[in-house]
């Protein structure tokens, strides 16, 4: 079978958050499985620069604009990449998506249907490139616009959608559908128009043979008025072609018996070294050596979305209780200098590194005694998985995948070794706190929190079991192929 998997970020080559990860780490695990994978994503200056070797496949014209298609390999691997190299669309400084000021660029509508147009192109194999994918994978709105261009074609490949953060729609102005010259039957909210806005993740969510998303707990919750940011309607109408697949991670990556970046290996066997990777941490950070202050963790977004006001609210009574905290991240201004601010009131309590830095994040997850995630919602997360894998306790809302991967500590579920962390039911600081106290009391029984570790680290957090899910989600996307679409005249 082969697939073109198409996303807006993979890591190495560019990344932002979880969709990154996904991107360059699913693909592999789909090779194992002995597909025929295409990763391709825009060519951002950063990444393709990051490429050993790359050669030309393809340069046409698509709306007056020369776009060159360049093939390399993933940096450490022997999956094909695809880079779609536009001047002037994304070789641009700094994130793929915001502009200095921290604002989308103005022209990402543009950006990103031209993305979509040259995928739609490769697709139908009308790029002299004698390869067509039997399936085409989408990923979040930047791509939603492809399941619709190749609707309008009556012999395409299967299309999937994965939705990984429903939060982030790509909603533009009224205008833009005749800017981009999308079909005018469009413009109706049973297709792309979402309350006068046009809306590219509709198009992934209307005309996608298949939908999913990266957790079931998610996929559940988007069905609801709370979790499905106006959309849930059509997604309960799509709910039958809707399923969640919980994302792994990718176990060379991370993996504290081997991670280059670690101060000193460790594994479930042997916990010594993370005691080591905690005092290192500690003083790379400016925070007193106290080995018996549990200390906690944090790597984030800093965004409402991540519970972070809620960690803010909760600081007053945090720094009075016996430990440290560590976090790093960046995004909202306005939070970025309140935790600044903080750390300099409370400069052995609380340390805080803005912006994003791949070697501190792991260091943050071995050296850390517990890792803190209180969401307000979480398609996934991939954080309480790295920091299971890595032996750190997390401390999460009961929400999507969060839910899905933690056990919350209680006699019955430490009696049956299912317990692996804490569990935080509501989004308010004082439940915050109140987990948080019931965690520093099992912290002190050491016994009890090296089996709350170690049945962490054993778990199968690997991309293996989902690879197969979405296999098996590949061929009901193909024989769903030949189902009549809205905005094409056939339904």
């Known amino acids: 079978m082969r697939i073109l998997f198409v996303s807006s970020e993979a890591y190495p080559l560019i990344k932002t958050g979880g969709l990154g990860d996904v991107a360059g780490s699913l693909p592999h695990a789909l090779l194992d499985l002995q597909l025929d994978v295409r990763l391709i994503i825009p060519a951002y200056a950063t990444a393709i620069g990051q490429l050993d070797e790359t050669k030309i496949l393809a340069q046409f014209s698509e709306g007056g604009d ?17 880079l779609v190299d536009a001047p002037g669309y994304f070789d641009r400084p700094g994130n793929p998506y915001l502009d200095s000021n921290g604002q989308p660029w103005v022209d990402n509508a543009e950006r990103f249907a031209l993305f979509s147009r040259i995928v739609t192109r490769l697709a139908l194999n009308q790029a002299g490139l004698d390869w067509a ?8 709105w930047q791509t939603g616009l492809v399941p619709a261009l190749l609707a309008l074609s009556p012999q395409r490949p299967a299309t999937v959608f994965t939705i990984h953060n429903l939060a982030y729609q790509g909603l533009f102005p009224v205008d833009s559908l005749q800017k981009l010259g999308l079909p005018a039957s469009w413009w109706s909210h049973h297709v792309l128009e979402f309350h006068g806005q046009l809306s590219f993740i509709k198009g992934g969510l209307v005309f996608a043979d298949c939908i999913s998303t990266v957790s079931p707990g998610y996929a559940r919750e988007i069905q609801t008025a709370e979790f499905g940011n106006g959309l849930e309607g059509l997604l309960r109408h799509r709910s ?54 549990p200390l906690i963790g944090l790597v984030s977004r800093l965004v409402t979305q991540k519970g972070i006001d809620i960690i803010l ?65 979480e398609p996934c997360g991939l954080n309480q998985m ?39 039911n509501t989004d308010n600081s004082l439940a915050l706190v109140k987990t948080i106290k019931r965690a520093l009391r099992r912290y002190r029984d050491k016994a009890q929190w090296q089996q709350l570790q170690t ?17 098996a989600l590949y061929r009901r996307a193909q024989q769903a192929n030949s189902r009549p679409v809205p905005g094409t005249g056939d339904e």
């Not at 994918?133 to 979040?140: F, L, R, S, Y």
């Not at 993370?274 to 941490?281: E, G």
């Not at 720094?319 to 935790?339: A, C, N, Y």
């Not at 997390?394 to 692996?420: E, Y």
């Open 133 to 140: 994918p039997d399936v085409v994978h989408c990923n979040d």
């Open 455 to 471: 049945t962490g680290m054993r778990q199968d957090l690997s991309w293996g079991n989902s690879a197969q899910e979405y296999l």
């Open 240 to 293: 039958a072609v809707l399923s969640g697949i919980l994302n792994g991670i990718d176990t060379n990556e991370w993996n504290p018996a081997t991670d280059p970046l670690l101060e000193k290996h460790y594994d479930a066997n042997n916990l010594f070294g993370k005691q080591f990777n905690k005092q290192a941490l500690q003083t790379a950070l400016g925070l007193p050596q106290k080995p018996g202050t």
């Open 313 to 377: 609210d909760a600081i007053s009574d945090l720094v009075k209780l016996p430990l440290q905290l560590v976090l790093l991240g960046s995004g909202d201004r306005i939070l970025e200098t309140r935790l600044t601010t903080l750390a300099r009131q409370h400069p052995n309590k609380l340390a805080v590194s803005i912006g994003y830095d791949e070697t501190l994040a792991h260091r943050i997850e071995a050296g850390a005694d517990m890792y803190l995630m209180p969401s307000r919602f």
């Open 66 to 82: 020369t776009v060159t298609l360049h093939e390399g390999r993933l940096p450490g691997s022997q999956l094909k990449v695809w």
């Open 386 to 424: 790295y920091s299971l894998r890595y032996g750190t306790v997390p401390i999460v809302r009961n929400v999507g995948g969060l839910a899905d991967t933690v056990t919350d500590t209680s006699a019955k579920t430490l009696a049956n070794g299912t317990a692996n962390g804490f569990v935080v």
